[in-house]
Structures are given as C-alpha cells and as structure tokens.
C-alpha cells in the first residue's frame, strides 16, 4: 500500500510539473524566436553596413536595403537610391575599402542599433555616428541616425565612443 501511495504522489508530481512547464512552453518558443530574429537582423545589418561603408559596394543597396525604405535623416529622400545617389555624389566608390570599426552593436527583435567613428577626412572632423535600422523581411526597411562631431578641444576629456 505504501509503494501504492508513493506511486500516486510521484505521478501527480510528474503530471503538475508537465501541466507547469506546459504553461510555459508557448512564452519560452517564442522568447526563443525573438532571440534567433534578433541574431538574424544584428547579422544583416552588420553585413550590409560592412558591404556598403566599409567595402563601397553600392550594390549591396540592392541586397540589403528595401526598395521602398523609410529614411528619417532630414536631409535625404526615402528610398535606396537616394542613399545611392549621395554615395556616389561623394565618391564612395573609389574610396580604399576598411574594416568598419564599429563601437558598439545593440539589437532587439526588428531593431538594430549601430555607433562607429568615421575618421577625420580632410576638412571634416572625426565623427561618431549612431544608426539605427528597422528591419522587415529581410531587408533594412528604415533608418534613424545621430552625427555628431568630435570636437578638437572638448571639455570632458572621455571619448565619446
């Protein structure tokens, strides 16, 4: 009768860690899903900023960008080719390809958040820029950006990067 008992207990101890874990299942495949996204987004956009800023691969606009991409820098136009066009406008393409040195990458579900330094270039200062990319079907569907100069004599002597 004893065994009888302790086979009862360990069953329901069984069944309500099944029906526990069960109520779980569904939140944890999806914080799963969530994570593997963002790992594929992150990886997209750190490929396509490489391609297109560090090798000038204007072609990679194509490959990465979404025809009808939604760009909130307000000196550009909407759309791939705009972003095409400004490149080619500065002479991108015939830059010497570099490893992008990116400061930090941050990324969640749809989101990608990049900062790199673009070093000084004759007149222009050494920047650090803060891009942000939406992505949507495999493509970088919008982009946010913040730019801002290092300044020669800064009052706060951290970098900012």
Known sequence: MLLKSFAVAAFAAVALTAVAHA???????????????TQKNKALVLKAYQALFGDHDLTALDRYWAENYIQHNPTMTDGRDSVKQLLESLGVAHWPKQKVDLKR????????????????????????????????????????????????????????Y
């Open 105 to 160: 990458v941050i990324a969640e579900g749809d989101l990608v958040m990049t900062e790199v330094v673009q070093p000084k270039q004759g007149q222009s200062p050494e920047t650090v820029i803060v891009d942000i990319f939406r992505v949507e079907n495999g493509k970088i569907a919008e982009h946010w950006d913040v730019m801002q100069p290092v300044p020669a004599n800064p009052t706060n002597k951290r970098p900012m």
């Open 23 to 37: 109520g779980t299942s569904k939140p944890a495949r999806e914080a799963v899903q969530q994570h593997e996204l």
